[in-house]
């Protein structure tokens, strides 16, 4: 896609949202993983709205990505889910999600929180099954997404990433996990290309950077947030144990069906957090 094209897109997406579900004011937007979509299912007064509709969003060509963005309500509040997301394998760009992430920031999202489903590079502490709430990551794609022209609409030509991963919002996760009896551990995202698994010699790497899990997200989206002054947060559920750490032959399938073992916990967390977080937000 074309930055000047790209630029006007979030715009005409936004357009597109409300003429589906007129006076639609989402608090939230979630960005749903391989096998993570369920989330999506829970929504009440939901609207589908194929990709193919909306200006800049990635077309999905990955199984357990259904290419859909889901506009409803969950627990009485406004949210925009994307069913699946596009990753930098598929599309061969950094900015893959620039424009679904700008969407959002200008329906007036509060916060995105990005789920994935990741393998572990820590099998002493983060096991298949786990959900991690990630606090921070190591690049090795190949770029960042702001590379090449800036649009300062969004924000600025150089930009922190210090609180990429949302201090506040993760603390409160953490807290609601542990009021409601949900294991979460914490970690380091490790992103790699794909679409090919790692290999063992790259693990061990990714294990001395010091890298908790690893996955092919979650990287592109989160720059593109902190760069337009999105507040974001991050949740994987662990699939697998990295290659060399385990014995069970890599798959997508594999992946899929392992993602299905932390999908309780995560619909349980997600709907608590955000039963805490608009209680505490609207007093």
Partial sequence: MEVDREMDAPNNAVATILKYKSGFQPKAAFILGSGLGVIADQLKDKVEIPYEDLAGFPV????????????????????????????????????????????????????????????????????????????????????????????????????????????????????????????????????????NFETAAEIRMMQIMGGDVVGMSIVPEIITAAHCGLPAFALAAITNMAEGLGETELSHNQTLECAKLAQPKLIKLIQSFMENHFQITSM
Avoid: W
């Fill in 60 to 195: 999905s060509t990955v199984e357990g990505h259904s290419g859909t963005l889901v506009i409803g309500s969950l627990n009485g509040v406004e949210v925009a889910c994307m069913k699946g997301r596009g990753h930098f394998y598929e599309h061969q760009t950094m900015r893959v999600m620039t424009v679904p992430v700008r969407t959002f920031k200008l329906l007036g999202c509060e916060f995105m929180l990005t789920t994935c489903a990741a393998g572990s590079l820590n099998p002493d502490r983060i096991q298949v099954g786990s959900v991690v709430a990630l606090t921070d990551h190591i690049n090795t794609m190949p770029d960042s997404p702001m590379c090449g022209k800036n649009d300062e609409e969004y924000g600025p030509r150089f930009f922190s990433l210090a609180n990429a991963y949302d201090r506040q919002l993760r603390e409160e996760v953490l807290q609601v996990a542990s009021q409601k009896g949900i294991a979460v551990e914490t970690g380091v995202y490790v992103s790699y290309t794909g679409p």
